[in-house]
């Protein structure tokens, strides 16, 4: 069981609420994790929350919205983000990338400063505690293609996204 299934079944914070839908372009549920009026985790799983959950948010709606349209940016939503201060960075980098676009791993290397950290770029995207919102699924490799995607069903869902946004004809 990967990480982020994990954390998916373990009990929530007091004040969070957990939100899930099925959905059908993906054939995955998108599960949505509030922290007061924030999002603290967005995860992809095969099988659905094992614990009590919630189907409607405006943020999951949009979210489920995004995939089956490919457009908002989501760059408005709030977020309860409790990674490393380089991932932060990072995370941040990523939802600068709009919809339709690509930027490969040592670009958002290079605008951090450090245009060796393409890998750590690449670690901190497999982090990511709330991926479609912030957009990894935006960040190919240099050498073309598109890469891995670590939340459940890995490229292939990675593909549709971009498909979706219009970005698959940019990717070398």
Same mark, same amino acid.
């Given at each position: /069981? ?8 373990? *009990?929530? *914070? %007091?004040? $969070?609420?957990?939100?899930? =839908? ?7 549920? @998108?599960?949505?994790? /509030?922290? +007061? %009026? ?11 929350? $094992?614990?009590?959950? !919630? ?10 919205? !995004?995939?089956? &349209?490919?457009?908002?940016? /989501? ?9 490393? &201060? ?31 950290? $393409? =890998? *750590? @770029? ?8 709330? *991926?479609?919102?912030?957009?990894? !699924?935006?960040?190919?490799?240099? $050498?073309?293609? @598109?890469?891995?995607?670590? &939340? ?11 498909? =979706?946004? +219009? ?6």
């Amino acid at each position: /069981m990967n990480k982020k299934r994990e954390n998916n079944r373990e *009990a929530l *914070a %007091e004040d $969070s609420k957990l939100y899930a =839908r099925f959905n059908e372009d993906l054939g995955l549920f @998108v599960n949505l994790t /509030m922290n +007061g %009026e924030r999002v603290a985790s967005v995860t992809l799983t095969i099988d659905p929350p $094992s614990i009590a959950y !919630h189907e409607d948010h405006p943020y999951l709606t949009r979210v489920i919205n !995004h995939i089956a &349209s490919g457009n908002d940016g /989501m760059r408005d939503i709030p977020l309860d983000l409790r990674v490393t &201060s380089f991932e932060k960075e990072v995370l941040e980098q990523l939802r600068k990338v709009p919809p339709g676009d690509v930027v490969t791993y040592g670009e958002i290397a290079k605008r951090l400063g450090n245009p060796n950290a $393409s =890998r *750590a @770029v690449g670690t901190a995207c497999a982090r990511n505690p709330v *991926a479609i919102i912030v957009p990894c !699924h935006r960040i190919v490799p240099k $050498s073309g293609g @598109v890469g891995n995607y670590t &939340s459940e069903g890995g490229p292939k869902v990675k593909v549709l996204l971009l498909k =979706r946004e +219009g970005a698959i004809g940019k990717i070398t």
